[in-house]
């Protein structure tokens, strides 16, 4: 039938070929979720660029997806993204003119525990929000994964597709290592259980891989004790040497009470700034920051630990206390400017969620997000501090610049994630807020001066990878696979030859089935 219709087609009418498939297809697909043809899906949260689908499919699970992509397969020219929460900054989860499955509708499939060789996994939904698998795990088990990202309103899905990274990633790897098994739709349509022993390339492919072989429907993770409570804590330098000297003897210590569970940083300007200045300090509102406790000498750009330990209502408050002056008399940083607050584990994983709430009011959050993701190698990351942090950014972005350090021993490098060669590597996230009503000069300088500190760390050599990399030609996508390209081209022709997944991601074009035409 789409070969009899498609006669009345121009051949180099591509987007009209393909809103015909998606038409004939949507009205054929015997599927147990939805699609709708009418759903606005075209904007993510980055807000910088605009791709329409042509349909929208919600799945009730792994067979509906498996037949939605065999569907595409047997077009022309149709692709297909996996959308989660929609969260990516460059669109990488959008599809112009093909099709979007929407994985939210599948959040509830699978939740059990597992117990095996005496470890305890959950297995989750691809499209589960993090926030809600830390709600349920703790209230049906008491348990919690044990590696998360800062902001939890994110899929599984979708940060095991890019790694997963926060404060705790220093201890227990990001979130690709702290996943056993997974259930992978692949580019073919097939539906497949892989793990470190079964199907190891395609588990290992996925995890990282941007969506290029599958879509993960289905996520077995680690999970421990979860603790009552967590002390929170942020403490202030002016020197940037002090400050990844404190961070990097924290993240390599060894044992138990050796350090704080949680480690992470971040870059404040010297000013009484809202956003990017002193008043981003403190934890708690009644805690003011006295600029008298700087040195009068003080650069344009100042640094803070955001440290974080965990314990038990059980635990004697004496004991908590002087495990934390213990832990803090290691460190260098200005003794009179040391903020903390007690409060409970979910309520500190949750802790960005209420930041979502205030951009929310202020209209911030539907603003668009032009944010910079990298990894640098410890290496570099002076002389980034220097070039970027104290010059090109010395008035700040307009929302955090986190900086922390990073294991990469704690990295599996079998993953398709890419990282700098050292064995201690810095992220860096610049976390840019456009404010409401800004126009689009105003956020291509944003996106402009991305591209200036990029471009400093490529000619200046720096050994450094992208995070939620976002590139434009084959050639750069090579430069940043380097030795391991060919290998990730070898993965796609395996597991999706036809290129037909997360095209947003502009690695692999579609390739036409030919036998679909008359």
């Keep these: 039938m789409i070969a009899c219709l498609e006669r009345f087609v121009p051949e180099n009418d591509i987007e009209s070929k393909a809103a015909v498939e998606a038409s004939i297809m949507c009205k054929t697909l015997d599927l147990q979720g939805s699609i709708d043809r009418t759903a606005s ?18 799945p009730s699970g792994a067979d509906d997806v498996a037949r939605v992509i065999k569907a595409a397969s047997l077009s022309s020219t149709l692709t297909v993204a996996a959308r989660g929460n929609g969260h990516s900054i460059n669109g990488q989860a959008m599809v112009d003119r093909g099709l979007l499955i929407n994985m939210r509708p599948t959040e509830n499939n699978h939740f059990k525990e597992v117990k095996i060789n005496g470890s305890t996994y959950v297995d989750v939904s691809g499209g589960a929000l993090w926030e809600d698998v830390l709600k349920r795990c703790i209230e049906e088990y008491g348990l919690a994964p044990r590696s998360w990202t800062d902001y939890l309103s994110l899929t599984v899905g979708g940060t095991l597709s890019n790694a997963g990274v926060s404060g ?17 739709v692949t580019g073919r349509g097939e539906v497949v259980v892989c793990s470190e022993k079964k199907n190891c390339e395609l588990f290992f492919s996925v995890l990282g891989g941007l969506g290029q072989f599958g879509i993960i429907t289905r996520a077995r993770i680690l999970v421990q004790s979860a603790p009552d409570m967590v ?9 940037f040497d002090e400050f990844t000297r404190d961070a990097e003897f924290l993240v390599t210590r060894r044992g ?51 440290l974080g330990l965990h314990y038990n209502n059980s635990d004697h408050p004496s004991t908590i206390d002087t495990l934390v002056k213990r832990l803090l008399g290691w460190l260098r940083f ?11 584990y979910v309520d500190f994983l949750l802790r960005v969620k209420r930041a979502e709430e205030h951009a929310k ?17 410890k290496s570099d990351i002076a002389e980034f501090d220097e070039a970027i942090f104290k010059k090109i950014l010395k008035d700040g972005v307009g929302g955090p610049m986190l900086i922390y350090p990073l294991l990469r021993s704690k990295w599996d490098n079998r993953t398709s994630v890419m990282t700098p060669k050292e064995d201690v ?60 390209w060919e290998r990730f081209v070898e993965r796609k022709a395996c597991y999706d030859p036809m290129a ?15 036998s679909s035409n008359p």
């Excluded at 980055?46 to 791709?51: A, Q």
């Design 41 to 58: 899906a075209d904007k993510d949260f980055g807000g910088l660029y605009s791709r329409r689908p042509l349909a929208v499919i919600r």
């Design 168 to 184: 705790q990633a220093f201890r227990y790897g990001p979130q690709t290592a702290n996943v056993a098994e997974l259930e992978v």
């Design 231 to 239: 002390r929170w804590i942020r403490v202030v330098y002016t020197e």
């Design 256 to 306: 138990d009470g050796e350090s704080f569970d949680y480690v992470e940083g971040f870059v404040f300007v010297n000013s009484d700034d809202p956003v990017n200045g002193w008043p981003s300090v403190p934890l708690d509102p009644d805690h003011g920051f006295d600029p008298a406790h700087l040195p009068r000498n003080a650069d344009s750009v100042l640094y803070c630990l955001e």
């Design 334 to 344: 200005i003794k009179k400017l040391k903020f903390q607050v007690d409060l409970s």
């Design 361 to 377: 009011a202020n209209g911030i959050w539907d603003s668009p997000h032009p944010w910079l993701n990298m990894f640098v190698a």
């Design 425 to 484: 590597f810095y992220l860096v996230a610049l976390l840019r807020f456009s404010p409401t009503g800004s126009n689009g000069a105003e956020v291509e300088k944003m996106v402009s001066q991305n591209r200036h500190i990029v471009d400093y760390c490529v000619q200046n050599g720096f050994d450094y990878k992208l995070y939620l990399p976002h590139y434009q030609t084959e050639e750069q996508w090579k430069e940043h696979f380097g030795g391991k």
């Design 500 to 514: 037909i997944l997360a095209p947003g991601q502009k690695i692999f074009e579609r390739i036409r089935n030919i």
